[in-house]
């Protein structure tokens, strides 16, 4: 690939410039690794899946090291839209063709199992991040429309899921006063939150209940065997196990992850706070994700901003004007907000699989890997971390239903992906302004 992405867009363990960081509830910086050190298990990556696996592995009495090259939460588990959506990332349906009836079930069970744990840590450790429930479910046709209720019913009917209102074309509007949205649902059963000030209570819980956070400190490399080797600049790990929790993050580390989970970037802005006018946005405190393949995602913030993610982009860097590429796609939906101020801009970078499932691997007898939440990660990292801790315990169900999930991997291996990858947004991006 080239670029080392947690440098190429970011400065060295800083968090980006988004309204999270401005507006959250700051962590004191934990030092960086010097020296050697021992564990039972060393986890690397201090997103959702890396602080989770940690607090609940220490909660179980494991002596734990987690590694964070920059701040924890500085990934996309920092930046992203706080959406804690229900059901898996892709579609029930699809996935019941997939892996077959029983599977597909066991896998509509780990997604609330996903919500209900986001929820009960929040409770339970008591992280003050807005969260709040629904999210709307919202299509550009009658047809589309027509495609959402048929979801809806087909998890009330088989599944027995009833946190879902249908929404017609005018129930829709009075929720989401745009002009190109045709209805929907609005699913009460998801939620939504401030993302970093999640990410942030659950380092908080995790060293409280003992874990050794070091901030500042890259892995440079992985040597495996009985105990695995953790190398970093000025130190290394010696643990029993390893959990690789990096996402759009692991660059060289791992191949075989490599192969399957591709990192590409998203973008989110923050308008000014819109007072009155919120209610031309949203008439209640809910979020949507539409359905365009380059989906757009957004919600109202405490403080009445419309923090809005959306926008394109093919290479790996950022674009220099982040704010305009999020203002095209929300102009298009609310096209009363062309001259509001934008206050804050910023890109992350998230990872996507084939099938847009995450990747859970066992890539050696003591070596766990999870990543790959292709935009669904609030739920599904935060669940895949404690399904990593449980699976070290010895109950690995939940981590081998989801690791049975067929992955495969991009064609042409890293060189190819990105120009396929590009070609294939590209591709999608025209339908979605085709209408096709």
């Known amino acids: ?56 592995l220490a909660e179980a009495g494991f ?17 992203n839209g706080g959406q804690l959506g229900s059901a898996q990332r892709m579609d029930q349906e699809d996935l019941e063709r997939l892996v077959g009836e029983d599977d597909a079930a066991k896998l509509w069970h780990l997604a609330q199992d996903a919500k209900d744990l986001v929820k009960s840590l929040i409770a339970k450790h008591q992280i003050d991040c807005d969260l709040k ?9 009658a047809s589309e429309r027509r495609e959402l209720h048929e979801h809806a019913a087909h998890l009330s009917d088989r599944y027995g899921y009833d946190q879902m209102d249908l929404l017609d074309a005018d129930a829709g509007r009075a929720l989401c006063p745009s002009p190109a949205y045709q209805g929907g649902y609005l699913d009460m059963g998801a939620a939504h939150l401030h993302p970093l000030n999640y990410a942030l209570g659950l380092a908080r819980a995790a060293i409280k209940a003992g874990v050794r956070v070091h901030e500042g400190t890259e892995v440079l490399g992985i040597e495996e065997g009985p105990r695995v080797t953790v190398r970093t600049a000025k130190g290394q790990v010696s643990a029993g196990h390893v959990i690789l929790a990096c996402n759009g993050y692991l660059g060289a580390l791992n191949r075989q992850v490599a192969a399957r989970v591709m990192p590409i970037n998203n973008f989110i802005a923050a308008t ?10 949203l008439t209640r405190d ?3 994700a539409d359905t365009k393949f380059v989906v ?13 993610g959306g926008g394109e982009s093919y290479g790996y860097r ?25 206050d804050y801009a910023w890109g992350g970078t998230l990872a996507i699989t084939m099938r847009r499932m ?3 691997a066992r890539i050696a007898p003591n070596i766990l890997s999870a990543s790959g939440y292709s935009g669904h990660g609030v739920g599904t990292a935060t669940h895949a971390g404690q399904l990593m801790a449980l699976a070290l315990q010895g109950q690995a169900e939940g981590f081998d239903t989801l690791s049975r999930v067929p992955a495969l991997p991009f064609p042409g291996g890293p060189a190819l992906r990105s120009p396929l990858l590009a070609l294939a947004m590209t591709w999608y991006a025209l339908r979605d302004r085709l209408g096709v």
């Open 318 to 342: 950022f674009p220099s004007d982040i704010a305009a590429t999020v203002r095209k796609p929300m102009t298009e939906i609310f096209p009363h907000l062309r001259d509001i101020r934008i």
């Open 296 to 308: 757009n995602y957004f919600r109202l913030s405490a403080d009445n901003r419309l923090l809005f």
């Open 272 to 281: 000014e706070p819109l007072g009155e006018d919120a209610r031309q946005v």
């Open 286 to 288: 809910v979020a949507v």
């Open 63 to 79: 002596d734990v090291v987690l590694l964070e090259a920059h701040r924890v939460g500085f990934g996309a588990s920092g930046r």
């Open 1 to 56: 690939m080239g670029l080392n992405l947690l440098y190429s867009n970011d400065r060295k363990a800083e968090y980006p410039p988004s309204w999270y960081a401005a507006t959250a509830q700051g962590l004191d910086r934990q030092p960086a690794l010097d020296g050697d050190a021992r564990a039972d298990v060393c986890i690397v990556g201090g997103g959702y899946t890396g602080l989770s696996a940690a607090l609940h």
């Open 133 to 141: 429930p629904g999210i709307a479910g919202l299509g550009f046709s």
């Open 358 to 360: 995450p990747y859970l």
